[in-house]
């Protein structure tokens, strides 16, 4: 099964409102979708979206890398080779992680269709359907509240709030005008996107311990470099700490779970590559007794499609963050996994089980 043609298609979809963190504002979901053809007519897809602020990347530096490094590289090989293609894909290129990401889940597509099974199942096939959070952006404490009830009108029990725009107390604020809206059956998580500085985290942290907020967890709460602030605020509050950010690659993930600086990984293919290398940093996790979540940035369904399979293959991922295509204002795809409220169901069709667009 050799590669024939690799191509790509740009994508701009509205989001229903805008996507608000501590690091951007997003109103419109931009991607580079990938398709790839093998000589024996399967067809591989998927999809990097140019997250700046996060991994470096913009829609042209993600055709560039995809059109002038990997295709001339994969062009008329083996895919049946796939762990050497793998290894090379990461070694030919540095960085550009989400380019790299939409190659590798385009691959996989191709190969677990060729073995006539579900990617899902195809990488380990623990389970076929998943529950994932919806997430409420930075806003005014009341506007967010009123957000966080209509998620929870709309079945989703568990919600990630975005932090770490503005001062420590506006976050406190914005937290327990959430808490007091939705009451106390519902899982909360927060997400400060890098957004304290460690003293002022902890701070914050506790504060919330002590008012009762029962915060499940707290996802990167200092800057993505700073692995001994990110310990230093998990070694001081009680809270599960995870780190995002801070880990794109195996040997990122190495150093946070060795120091033990956080209690959990978000693992995003857009971060780690793609699914070979998110597989490589979730066995470490699990070998060291750390569980994982499996999030992802502002993806269309083909890239959450891919990350779902990944994430409910393996047993070590717990929880789950893939609520992006509920934010779009419309579907352009047609195929891939479906929504009923917070559960995801994953089709039992070969591969991704993407049939193309609407």
């Known amino acids: 099964m050799k590669i024939n043609q690799i191509e790509t298609f740009r994508v701009a979809i509205p989001l229903k409102k805008p996507f608000k963190t501590a690091l951007r504002t997003v109103s419109t979901a931009e991607s580079i979708l990938v398709k790839v053809t093998c000589d024996n007519g399967i067809r591989g897809w998927g999809e990097a979206p140019p997250t700046t602020v996060i991994?470096?990347?913009?829609?042209?530096?993600?055709?560039?890398?995809i059109h002038q490094v990997f295709k001339p590289f994969l062009i008329n090989r083996s895919l049946l080779n796939y762990?050497?293609?793998?290894?090379?894909?990461q070694m030919i290129l540095v960085g550009n992680s989400s380019a790299k990401a939409a190659i590798d889940m385009a691959l996989y597509d191709c190969l677990s269709q060729y073995c006539r099974l579900p990617l899902y199942q195809f990488l380990g096939g623990y389970r076929s359907e998943i529950e994932t959070d919806y997430t409420v952006s930075v806003n005014d404490p009341k506007e967010m509240g009123e957000d966080a009830v209509s998620f929870v009108q709309q079945g989703f029990n568990v919600l990630k709030i975005k932090v770490g725009k503005d001062d420590i107390k506006t976050d406190i604020d914005r937290i327990q005008e959430v808490r007091n809206r939705v009451g106390h059956s519902i899982k909360l998580r927060l997400d400060a996107n890098?957004?304290?500085?460690?003293?002022?985290a902890i701070r914050a942290i506790r504060k919330m311990e002590d008012l009762g907020l029962e915060i499940e967890l707290i996802e990167q709460p200092v800057k993505a470099w700073d692995i001994t602030g990110l310990k230093q605020v998990t070694e001081h509050t009680d809270t599960l700490i995870m780190a995002d950010e801070s880990v794109f690659t195996p040997k990122q993930a190495y150093e946070v779970i060795t120091t033990r600086s956080a209690d959990l990984i978000n693992i995003k293919l857009m971060k780690s590559g793609g699914i070979y290398q998110a597989q490589i940093i979730n066995q470490l996790a699990e070998n060291c007794g750390m569980a994982c979540m499996a999030g992802s940035m502002i993806e269309t369904t083909i890239g959450i499609t891919a990350a779902?399979?990944?994430a409910a293959s393996k047993k070590n991922i717990t929880r789950f963050d893939f609520?992006?295509?509920?934010?779009?204002?419309k579907e352009i795809i047609e195929g891939g996994i479906q929504y009923r409220g917070r559960k995801i169901t994953l089709s039992k069709d070969p591969g991704l089980g993407i049939r193309g667009f609407k």
């Open 55 to 65: 991994t470096g990347e913009t829609l042209s530096s993600i055709e560039a890398a």
């Open 83 to 89: 762990e050497e293609i793998f290894q090379d894909l």
């Open 194 to 200: 890098q957004g304290w500085k460690p003293k002022e």
């Open 308 to 310: 779902a399979h990944f």
């Open 323 to 329: 609520d992006a295509p509920l934010m779009l204002a």
